[in-house]
């Protein structure tokens, strides 16, 4: 490692190039972070705020976070983990995340990043929202009630198939996903299975039509090992692991 | 004229810019009392925007709607010192001589009674706007002459014209508002100086940011400077949203020309040619007089090109309207508040003053801090140092509301203590001040010697007073309620956190909570502070943080004598089933027993 910038993560030294966040330095590392709406695909978004990290004292996103020389970086204290922790269970509350009935769980990365945390339960009050599902689309069906507004496929949509099939609307509490439609559907939309954005959501909320349980659960992505060793759901969209 | 028409007219004139659409919207949404569905089409088509963008930032927006609000939107300022003079029971009465129900278009379809954030009307309250004009001084006999003027159709501008009033109220002056100088004083200075000695002489004056956040002007004026681009500008934050705060009102209305000079001397400075002065919505009725004096001073070779004669120094302002978001009061999202969208923080870095509008250098100082730099380059730098603090110097402008005498403008050198404004302002028998708005701090009597600086307690200018008799924990639920309505969104702990907290002050005030729930507030709190994404976030728990340390009592005499409470009331629960069965006889409730 002569010559190169390194930072410090829990302690090990973290290589790193001009431009790298914490995050991209500690991914090409092999080092997790936990993250919900980073995807090294896309540029940093830093909304879920779940690979919270402390860096030279201070809590800071690690993935819009520029690494810098020396930094020292705590990613595992009790600290650190506690308020991932909170974090998650926000946005379980937020929705209605229901794991058990949910076609996703096992290859779901806010359930997996949860038991990463060690969260046994949700914690807060729930806000049971009232949200829909649109299965108007032939190959597939968006589930709002799990939507934690990563924005990844906005990002996808908009950046990747350039199609602008996605965007946030409302604001606060209030703030969901719409999509460009003159009815609001996807299925009037110009969307198609083959998209971008059909293949980066972190959770259960886009879902590919027909194949839900082709893989039975116990069989998934973190059913077998934890996010931590196999990471996020997209870098598995094409093998047979997920 | 058609819509058709009407939206060509207002898009050509910006030359169908995409970067406009707020400004559209603005337009669109005071002429049809909302924003028409073919509107919508009409825009996306012509400027290349998707229609859900273009509902993206509707729904962002709090003065932009999607379904009709009527030849009459009213909305009350709501914020708590608003509720002090009694701006609640002027709804009612309103919303019961009219017979609608507050938020909801009347059946009619000619009016609508909401409420709104501050209004910036906080020493003549109650205030309300009518499509956007502020009606200040409210009480019952003109809601009387409002529900008249109502019922009789008679058109807002035919209302009586001194319903529109706003007074300054300028109660104590120092250097800033002392002002003589001439229109062009500074410019001239400027001219004679050279940029870099100018820019010296703001940057040894020690001007920190008037916002409140007090970052050295001079020195974001030098970094912006050194950044190279084709283009650079200038931006004037005039989105004056905190709760409490209503400075910069006073000075666009009395000091205005001195404001612009400031800006143009930043421009001089740093070599941008494009300024833009980004007005709250609330602060409508003061455009057409800005746009009056900006026009003026292109006349009088203050503004456009050569400025002053000078072969190269060519700016000219722009005003730009807000809609009703406090967020975009945050300089990056008043940055993407400029560009039409939706007022989303950026991330940080890049900062403004490298990648700031359009992605350009660009300084966006508070209304106050430019005016002081106008008054610095004609005054220079000893002349401002020799008032204020070592660490502030200079003077602070502060908005003075609530429990006292004498409400208004109180200009104070820096280093002023709470208990000497008190004194002046006429407040007794005074519990708390709020200092700095609704994200700012608590202030109880013990801590009265406390000073007005950056090194102790620093403010944007909000100064509330709270005496004996009032109830905290009113203006804490006020607080809450404020942010879960401004949050913008993007960020998990603000947007969530602040959805609990409001719940949470909620169980405590109507008298369901139990130690529990406040230590639930505190662990929220902290950790919205610590992880959010944005300012508003970070001090959004403040005054609930405050208030629990240095008030626990107006808590505690609301607690529950349990440590656990449910989150839900079990009577309350059983509604739906009263409502559906028609019964509300002793045996369809639960828990009240006698």
């Known amino acids: 490692m002569n010559g190169s910038k390194t930072f410090t993560l829990d302690g090990k030294a973290i290589a790193f190039e001009d431009g790298d966040t914490i995050m991209d330095a500690a991914l090409r590392a092999g080092e997790y972070i936990p993250h919900l709406c980073h995807n090294p695909e896309f540029s940093p978004h830093g909304s879920c705020r779940v690979c919270v990290v402390e860096a030279n004292g201070r809590q800071v996103s690690a993935c819009t976070q520029p690494a810098m020389v020396n930094m020292q970086v705590d990613n595992s204290s009790d600290e650190i983990m506690n308020d991932r922790r909170a974090l998650l269970q926000m946005l379980f509350v937020e929705g209605n995340h229901v794991c058990p009935g949910c076609e996703t769980s096992g290859a779901c990365q806010l359930q997996a990043v949860a038991y990463y945390t060690n969260m046994l339960s949700p914690h807060f009050t729930h806000f049971f929202p009232q949200r829909s599902v649109d299965a108007s689309h032939a190959d597939i069906a968006i589930d709002f009630n799990r939507c934690i507004l990563c924005e990844l496929c906005v990002r996808a949509s908009r950046d990747v198939d350039h199609k602008n099939v996605f965007a946030i609307d409302g604001r606060g509490i209030n703030s969901h996903l719409v999509i460009n439609s003159a009815s609001g559907k996807l299925g009037d939309s110009s969307f198609a299975a083959t998209d971008k954005a059909a293949h980066v959501c972190p959770v259960g909320a886009i879902l590919p039509k027909h194949t839900a349980y082709d893989k039975p659960i116990g069989e998934r992505l973190y059913d077998k090992q934890p996010i931590s060793i196999v990471g996020d759901v997209a870098a598995h969209e094409q093998d047979e692991e997920r | 004229m058609s819509i058709e028409e009407f939206i060509s007219g207002i898009t050509s004139s910006a030359n169908n810019q995409p970067g406009y659409l707020l400004q559209y919207l603005y337009e669109i949404q005071y002429q049809y009392s909302y924003i028409p ?332 801090t430019f005016m002081s730099a106008a008054l610095i380059a004609i005054h220079g730098a000893d002349w401002f140092r020799s008032v204020g603090t070592e660490e502030s110097s200079g003077t602070k402008l502060l908005s003075i509301s609530g429990d006292c005498e004498k409400p208004g403008i109180y200009e104070y050198p820096f280093g002023v203590s709470i208990q000497d404004i008190l004194k002046d302002c006429g407040a007794t028998d005074t519990q708390a001040v709020q200092l700095a708005g609704a994200a700012g701090f608590t202030i109880p009597p013990a801590e009265f010697e406390r000073c007005v600086a950056f090194e102790d307690v620093s403010s944007g200018g909000s100064f509330m007073v709270f005496n004996q008799q009032r109830d905290l924990l009113d203006m804490v639920q006020n607080f809450a309620h404020f942010f879960v ?110």
């Not at chain 2, 002050?505 to 639930?520: F, I, M, N, R, T």
């Open chain 2, 485 to 594: 309505h401004e949050s913008c969104g993007f960020c998990t702990p603000c947007r969530v956190g602040s959805a609990l907290m409001k719940d949470l002050v909620d169980k405590v005030h109507s008298g369901h909570a139990g130690q529990y729930d406040l230590d639930e507030m505190r662990k929220i709190g902290l950790l919205m502070r610590s992880s959010s994404h944005c300012g508003l976030g970070t001090t959004a728990p403040n005054p609930m943080l405050d208030t629990l340390n240095k008030f626990p009592q107006i808590y505690e005499k609301r607690l529950k004598h349990s440590a656990y409470e449910p989150a839900f009331d079990l009577d309350a629960a059983l509604q739906d089933a009263r409502d559906i069965t028609g019964r509300d006889d002793a045996g369809a409730h639960i828990g009240t027993e006698s």
């Open chain 2, 37 to 368: 569905q073919q509107a919508i089409k009409l825009l996306a088509e012509k400027l290349s925007l998707t229609e859900s963008h273009i509902d993206g930032v509707i729904g962002f927006y709090s003065f932009l709607h999607d379904s009709p609000r009527g030849a009459y939107d009213i909305l009350f300022s709501d914020s708590i010192t608003d509720h002090m003079l009694g701006s609640r029971q002027l709804l009612e009465q309103l919303c019961n001589t009219l017979g609608v129900t507050p938020a909801i278009p009347s059946e009619d379809g000619r009016v609508t009674v909401d409420t709104t954030s501050c209004t910036g009307m906080c020493e003549q309250g109650p205030a309300m706007l009518v499509n956007g004009w502020t009606i200040a001084g409210l009480d019952q006999n003109r809601i009387e002459t409002i529900a008249k003027l109502i019922e009789s159709d008679t058109a807002v501008e035919q209302w009586p014209q001194e319903f529109f009033h706003v007074e300054d109220n300028i109660q104590r002056r120092d250097i800033l508002l002392s002002d003589d100088s001439n229109k062009g004083d500074a410019l001239k200075a400027l001219i004679e100086q050279g940029e870099d000695a100018m820019l010296e002489q703001v940057e040894s004056s020690g001007l920190r940011g008037r916002g409140g956040a007090g970052f050295k002007t001079g020195m974001k004026w030098r970094f912006c400077k050194q950044s190279e681009a084709d283009q650079h500008y200038v931006v004037c934050n005039a989105d004056e949203g905190e709760p409490g705060t209503f400075k910069d009102r006073v000075l666009l209305n009395a000091y205005a020309d001195k404001v612009f000079e400031g800006m143009t001397l930043c421009a001089g400075i740093i070599g941008a040619s494009k300024g833009y002065l980004y007005l709250r919505g609330e602060y409508r009725y003061l455009r057409a007089a800005l746009e009056q004096k900006l026009q003026q001073l292109r006349e009088t070779g203050l503004l456009g090109n050569s400025i002053l004669g000078k072969d190269g120094f060519d700016f000219d302002i722009e005003i730009h309207m807000g809609a009703g978001a406090y967020i975009c009061g945050e300089e990056s999202s008043l940055i993407e508040s400029l560009e039409g969208k939706r007022g989303i923080p950026r991330k940080r870095p890049p900062f403004p003053v490298t990648y700031g509008y359009q992605n350009k250098p660009t300084v966006v100082n508070n209304v106050e």
